[in-house]
Structures are given as C-alpha cells and as structure tokens.
C-alpha cells in the first residue's frame, strides 16, 4: 500500500533510507566492536526495531512493553547475522508501515498520549520513528566509512 498521508510518505522514506544503509553493510559489519563503548550495528538495529515497535503499539492505542532501563540496549546473542538483522528490521518496518498506513490524515492528527503521559498526535509519533531511523542511519554511515566505504548507497 502507497502511503497516503505526509507523515506516512516520510516515514516510508525513513525505513528505505535505513534498509539500503543496512544492505550496503558487508556480513562482518554486523556484529563489530570498533571500541570497547560503542554498539554494534545489530545493537543499533535491536534498538530502532524495539524504538518502531513500541511506538506503533502507542499509535495503535496498545499497552507498549516496559522500556528496559538498563544502560544503551544491546542485540541479544542470537541476533547476528546479516540475514537475521535485516529480516528483523524489515518485520518491524513493515509492522510500522501498516500502522501509519492504516489511518487517515484526521487520524495522524488526532490528539493521543504518549505511555509517558505526554500529550502529542499519530502523525508526531510517525516522524519520531523517521527521525530516530535518520539518526541511526548517520550511525550505519560512519560505520561504513571506519570499514573503508565512503560510495553514497541511496537511490
């Protein structure tokens, strides 16, 4: 389904952009430690993945899981391949999709309230998930050039 409302399209946009950084990533990337405080592209990856799911639980007016509040979230072991990683994200970006593509611009626009009692709209959540995405393609991006990769991989 095309996305039909603004919010959608730059969330579409969003999960493209992050998908081509994560192809463009050789195997080995997924799960190197490039010093001893930095996460690994599958931590990062663990994270917007638990970052969209929540937040489309909010949207859809669902109970979102507790946040672990234990430090910066990290890939449990098993998730550590290539193929695992991007087959997760694209779950979970597709999940995302179908919530912002199952309503209306009145809908993205209706007042709802965040899980921390803050008041915001459907459509505000929508570009926080974009934004945190495009923050941590900016991530993927630097760990392309530490590998020796400096090409641009959008199209």
């Known amino acids: 389904m095309e996305p039909q409302t603004p919010a959608a399209k730059s969330l579409a946009g969003a999960c493209k952009i992050f998908r081509q950084d994560l192809e463009a990533l050789p195997e080995d990337a997924y799960c190197k430690q490039f010093g001893p405080a930095t996460r690994t592209v599958a931590d990062i990856v663990f994270e917007v993945n638990m970052v969209n799911d929540h937040?489309?639980?909010?949207?859809?007016?669902e109970k979102p899981f507790e946040w672990p509040e234990d430090g910066w979230v990290k890939a449990p072991t098993d998730f550590n391949t290539k193929?695992?990683?991007?087959?997760?994200?694209?779950?979970?970006?597709?999940?995302?999709?179908?919530?912002?593509?199952g309503l209306t611009a009145?809908?993205?626009?209706?007042?709802m309230t965040k899980d921390d009692?803050?008041?915001?709209?459907?459509a505000e959540r929508c570009r926080f998930m974009g934004l945190h995405m495009w923050y941590h393609s900016g991530q993927l991006n630097f760990i392309q050039t530490l590998l020796g990769d400096d090409a641009w991989h959008w199209n």
């Open 106 to 111: 009145e809908q993205m626009e209706e007042p």
């Open 55 to 61: 937040v489309s639980m909010e949207i859809r007016g």
């Open 117 to 122: 009692g803050s008041p915001t709209t459907r």
């Open 83 to 101: 193929a695992i990683v991007l087959d997760a994200f694209n779950k979970s970006a597709q999940a995302a999709m179908d919530t912002a593509n």
